[in-house]
């Protein structure tokens, strides 16, 4: 009961969304966080269920995207007439195409062999993507317009709205398939293969098949996400396939928490609104994301899906509350620190005579900003690591089962 609640909700808020944040900008942003999630859960199925850790994935987006772009030039110049709302699904069959065929040699090893396979096979397609111009439109890429289909139920896709619900509708389509799969006995020999393949082997399962089926099902939906993208920005190019575009959508799936299956959802949120949000107001906003990917690594390997579940736990004991004082102590220094560390980056970036930073004013010249903002960053990692150990011990007690003593007889 609790599962069919859960995708009530989800398609609740797909509805809602765009009734409550409704400019143009906030409807864009949705629109855009739509598509990554197909695309990160699409890599998922690859990395966190079948444990094959692509470098090259963008391929199977791209290539859908293109083959998308070409089917609304074929609209548009009446070759064929069909409805604009099957272009992501134009995608997801390319991008099956390609990974049928790509897979039927990359998916005989796994590890540093299938890894090695994806990068040179996602270099070389980018690479052809300039020189076979008749197909990908070279460096200018290819655009198309998507208002020339018919109308569906009386919309023509001319605004921004439209194809948010849209997207929003392939995205829980896709989404109930994708978890549908890893409930299949594919989908869990697939984590059998990843945890263990000899033992795969052993009670007579071919790790490669497996692998195979996990690939073809993951270029597919690559390919809707791709088709997706096509309708939204109605242009593709070269970047949408090579290894920036295959690097995000790995930062996507380690930051949101690969082990679970929303994971990938929460990272493609985060790293969408960094791309559209904060680079609205720095310049070094790669900085902070690779800054948050290598701590995500560090401390968080479970993501930040891994963290929000850690406290499973202490919920089902009935002592998170034992948590919140702890962490209130340990998150004003860390705030602080945070703060004190930004203000220093981006000072240290700023040819201004004067940086405002939360209505401060900072001197870049002035020895007094930066020894103010150095002794602020130091006495507050100071605090930081003093408050550590009693967060230490409060998670140790919520995590504990309390047992009664045993009276004597």
Avoid at 75 to 97: A, R
Avoid at 263 to 272: D, E, F, Q, R, Y
Avoid at 382 to 390: E, G, H, I, Q, W
Wanted: aromatic share 14%; charged share 10%.
């Amino acid at each position: 009961m609790l599962k069919y609640l859960s995708w009530a909700l989800f398609a609740i808020a797909l509805i809602v969304l765009p009734q409550i944040f409704t400019s143009i900008l906030s409807v864009s942003i949705l629109n855009q966080m739509c598509i990554a999630i197909v695309f990160a859960l699409s890599y998922n199925m690859l990395l966190g269920q079948g444990g094959m850790l692509s470098f090259g994935h963008a391929v199977y987006f791209g290539l859908g995207g293109f083959m998308a772009v070409h089917a609304l030039l074929a609209i548009e110049n009446e070759e064929m007439m069909f409805s604009v709302t099957l272009i992501p699904l134009v995608g997801g069959l390319f991008g099956l195409c390609a990974a049928l065929f790509i897979g039927s040699f990359s998916t005989h090893k796994a590890g540093t062999v299938f890894a090695m396979i994806s990068l040179g096979v996602g270099e070389l397609i980018a690479a052809s993507s300039l020189i076979l111009v008749s197909f990908f439109g070279g460096e200018a890429g290819i655009s198309a317009d998507r208002t020339f289909g018919p109308p569906f139920f009386g919309f023509d896709f001319a605004q921004n709205i439209e194809v948010y619900y849209l997207a929003a509708a392939w995205l829980f389509l896709a989404t109930v398939c994708m978890y549908l799969f890893t409930q299949t006995p594919a989908g869990r020999m697939a984590n059998a293969v990843r945890d263990n393949p000899e033992r795969a082997e052993f009670i007579g399962y071919s790790a490669r098949r497996v692998r195979f089926i996990s690939f073809i099902f993951s270029g597919f939906f690559a390919g809707i996400a791709g088709g997706l993208f096509a309708l939204n920005y109605e242009i593709l190019t070269e970047q949408n396939l090579n290894a920036v575009t295959s690097g995000n959508v790995l930062l996507m799936a380690y930051i949101g928490g690969l082990g679970f299956f929303i994971g990938p959802m929460v990272g493609a949120v985060v790293l969408t609104l960094i791309n559209s949000v904060l680079s609205n107001y720095t310049d070094l906003w790669l900085l902070y994301l690779g800054l948050m990917f290598v701590l995500t690594v560090m401390f968080l390997p479970r993501g930040l899906t891994g963290f929000l579940m850690m406290h499973r736990t202490p919920w089902h004991l009935g002592k998170l509350h034992l948590l919140a004082k702890p962490y209130a102590i340990t998150a004003v220094p860390s705030a602080i620190f945070v703060l004190a560390l930004v203000a220093i980056i981006e000072m240290s970036h700023s040819n201004a005579p004067t940086f405002n930073f939360l209505g401060i004013a900072l001197n870049p010249d002035s020895f007094i900003s930066w020894g103010a903002l150095l002794i602020i960053a130091t006495l507050a990692f100071v605090a930081l690591r003093k408050t550590l150990p009693s967060l230490r011990d409060a998670w140790d007690t919520a995590n504990t089962i309390d047992t009664k003593p045993q009276e004597r007889t």
